[in-house]
């Protein structure tokens, strides 16, 4: 490159910065490109700022239709991007990417890139909900130079549903730090410590998510199951990290376990940066999500050798393979999530050999060192093609 490009990602939160593509973040900046960023005010910006990646803050209602905030954004961004004259500009999560696409078309940014992290329409979504939906990701990807997206199932619903034309989609992937996310890292000694420091019984097997604490993550049926498996007296603990979401409407608050008669069945970890080592002391991980775009706990979960009980849902089949990594089961359906728990309870041989299949589906599919690659090549090929 005859002159260092500046890449500018746009996310709505700064969580997804620092748990999503902040590896991604690295290594763009090993690579030689000047990275910044912009997001909402958050606890994690002074992280990010550490690892000399510069931030702009531009705040972004988590609200999808803010007329009056999202304006305010538009704004923000046209004249930031002006300033700035960034050579790319590479957006994430639904509401960054609409107003950042447009902006930097506006503001005569040579190259937009767009990542689709799964779409926010599902089959089950509603005929009036879904076209908009789909009118708004049209309006995205025709600002578009290149969309990426983490699943395959999205490329065919783009293609199907003319949100954009087939050379303008191309698939990405989920990925995982391998390095970090490697159970031979953690001793049976390092566990049973962690499990004291944690208060977690260890006569008790621990059955584990990690996601945001909202109901589309499928919390509701997993309490449900917890309490079916655990009436039927096996000794389990379900173990919870992830951030409250005061903001979204289907949040949930931790007075929940005590409504589902689970209180002592219960630890709440919220959100954590430990998150490889906690991996290392569940027994079976579960996410029943009424939505994803991959499943990136999946993933890392599979990499660290646990067998995975997820929902048959876009992203989730890519994720698992059934009865080989894991179990799928339908959405919104506790007793079958519950049957599953049970099953790999019953048959620890065939949940052991579950995790350790899954251990190689992510290193031959999801190795983030792949994934970055790929990244930077399709950036290097619209270098070429754009900036002279």
């Known amino acids: ?32 490109y000047e990275i910044s960023v912009v997001c909402s005010q958050g606890k994690w910006i002074k992280d990010i700022e550490k690892a000399g990646i510069r931030v702009k803050i531009i705040q972004f209602k988590r609200k999808f239709f803010s007329p009056i905030s999202d304006m305010l ?9 002006k300033k700035e004259k960034f050579d790319i500009i590479h957006t994430h999560t639904p509401k960054a990417s609409f107003l950042g696409q447009l902006t930097a078309k506006m503001a005569g940014v040579p190259i937009t890139v767009n990542t689709i992290h799964g779409f926010y329409f599902t089959e089950n ?3 009036f909900k879904r076209k908009i939906f789909i009118l708004i990701e049209k309006i995205v990807a025709k600002n578009s130079d290149l969309i990426f997206s983490v699943n395959k199932e999205d490329i065919s619903t783009a293609i199907k549903e003319k949100i954009c034309p087939v050379y303008k989609i191309k698939y990405l992937g989920g990925w995982v730090n391998l390095e970090r996310f490697d159970p031979h890292r953690f001793s049976a000694d390092f566990i049973q ?5 944690l208060n977690l019984n260890k006569d008790f097997k621990i059955i584990g998510i990690v996601g ?21 007296s096996y000794k389990i603990l379900l173990l919870i990290v992830g951030q409250l979401e005061h903001e979204k409407k289907d949040a949930l608050d931790l007075n929940v376990f005590e409504r589902y008669g689970i209180k002592n069945s219960v630890v709440f970890l919220g959100e954590r940066i430990d998150i490889d080592e906690i991996y290392s002391l569940i027994d079976i991980f579960v996410l029943p999500s009424h939505r994803e775009g991959m499943g990136l706990s999946i993933l890392e979960a599979s990499a660290m050798e646990k067998p995975v009980i997820a929902t048959n849902i876009r992203g989730c089949r890519e994720a698992v393979n059934d009865g080989k990594t ?14 599953a728990v049970i099953f790999l309870l019953e048959n620890p ?16 599919d999801f190795d983030e060192s792949f994934i970055f690659d790929k990244i930077k090549k399709e950036y290097n090929q619209l270098i070429r093609e754009k900036i002279k």
């Open 1 to 32: 490159m005859k002159k260092k490009i500046k890449i500018c990602y746009i996310v709505s939160v700064d969580i997804t910065l620092k748990f999503l593509l902040f590896d991604q973040l690295k290594f763009l900046q090993s690579q030689g």
């Open 73 to 81: 954004a538009f704004i923000s961004l046209f004249f930031y991007f």
């Open 125 to 127: 979504t509603s005929f």
């Open 193 to 197: 410590k962690k499990k004291k420091k």
């Open 212 to 232: 945001r604490f909202v109901k589309e993550k499928g919390y509701i049926e997993l309490f449900e199951a917890v309490k079916i498996v655990s009436e039927k």
């Open 326 to 339: 894991g179990i799928l089961v339908p959405m919104k359906d506790s007793e079958k999530i519950a049957e």
């Open 349 to 364: 041989e065939k949940a052991k050999q579950m995790g350790k299949d899954g251990r190689v589906k992510i290193v031959n």
